[in-house]
């Protein structure tokens, strides 16, 4: 047929040629009523295997960050257009993830971040942690740990709940103690960024006698290691998860885009506390990663956010790992 256009009447010439060739549910099967639009997905919860301890990642919801320009900065509007454009993403709106680790040792349940909580400063796409914890089949109420890389408000907004509650009442919680008493001081936060005082506020102070500092280098649950990674915030820290041979490190805000900050990491992000540590940092961190192989959890990374890092030119390059060929954990 060299007209690209399918006319209907060919179609249903397709469909007697069919009767002809004996298929005849085709041909003579009736017309089939139309279904509404469902505007549903499936739960947003991912299990595998992590050596002996089974990982389950669960969402609390996107965070659109908004127009990419005014949030990643040290670079022309035409590079930042034209990485974005070479990676099929939209040049005029960043979308994030907040990819939330749940890991079962067997003796323990700890949560790595908590999302955004009551907040709605990035929208109503964000607090569905509580949501999808219950999805995954996992109790609020059975959580031992709350593990949290920093202060910031999307990741410390998910401790007391919209009952002015905690949203885990059994669980201690870990933070460097250098972003507990940053985030928490309006004084030091200052006027710009008062939304992300409160929030450290509002989910830090009710619980300030449950609250463990851990140190530099200090494995302060079992597997699971601190790594001070300061520049996004003044005590940024990101875990070195060890279960049998197996290794992850949930990279926290390392960088919260999978292209921008990684191809060029020296790009600074507008949110940073001191951007040029920040990039640092980043260069650092990513040169341990991709030297190692570490697989890797990224916070803000494409759902579910799990892949490793190598090098490219004078960048880094993210590669996601095809879930189907992980260690699935059975359902």
Not at 45 to 57: D, S
Not at 71 to 86: E, K, R, V
Request: proline share 6%.
């Amino acid at each position: 047929m060299t007209n690209a256009v399918v006319s209907r009447r060919s179609l249903l010439g397709v469909g007697a040629a069919a009767g002809l060739y004996g298929l005849t549910g085709l041909a003579s099967s009736p017309v089939l009523a139309k279904g509404p639009f469902l505007n549903t997905q499936a739960p947003t919860f991912f299990r595998f295997k992590l050596g002996a301890a089974e990982a389950t990642i669960i969402s609390d919801g996107i965070l659109p960050l908004g127009d990419p320009h005014a949030a990643f900065l040290g670079i022309s509007p035409g590079d930042l257009d034209a990485m974005l454009t070479s990676n099929f993403l939209p040049v005029g709106a960043a979308t994030l993830e907040q990819n939330i680790l749940v890991l079962n040792t067997g003796d323990k349940i700890i949560i790595f971040d908590n999302g955004m909580g009551v907040s709605k400063l990035f929208g109503d796409t964000t607090g569905k942690m509580l949501m999808t914890l219950k999805q995954a089949g996992i109790e609020a109420k059975d959580v031992d740990a709350l593990v949290m890389t920093h202060a910031h408000i999307d990741h410390c907004g998910g401790v007391i709940g919209p009952d002015g509650k905690p949203s885990f009442p059994n669980a201690e919680l870990f933070i460097s103690e250098a972003d507990f008493a940053f985030w928490t001081d309006e004084a030091k936060v200052g006027p710009n960024y008062k939304a992300f005082y409160e929030q450290a506020v509002r989910n830090l102070m009710p619980v300030k006698d449950r609250i463990t500092f851990f140190k530099d280098g200090q494995e302060f649950l079992p597997g699971v290691q601190a790594m001070f990674t300061p520049g996004h915030t003044v005590g940024h820290t990101i875990f070195l998860i060890q279960s049998s041979k197996d290794q992850l490190c949930y990279i926290g805000d390392i960088s919260h885009h999978p292209v921008l900050l990684i191809e060029k990491p020296l790009i600074e992000f507008a949110y940073d506390t001191d951007p040029k540590q920040a990039a640092k940092t980043r260069v650092r961190v990513l040169d341990m990663l991709a030297a190692n192989r570490t697989r890797i959890l990224g916070y803000h990374f494409p759902w579910p956010g799990i892949g490793h890092i190598g090098k490219a030119g004078d960048g880094f390059r993210y590669f996601p790992t095809a879930v189907h060929t992980m260690d699935v954990a059975p359902l």
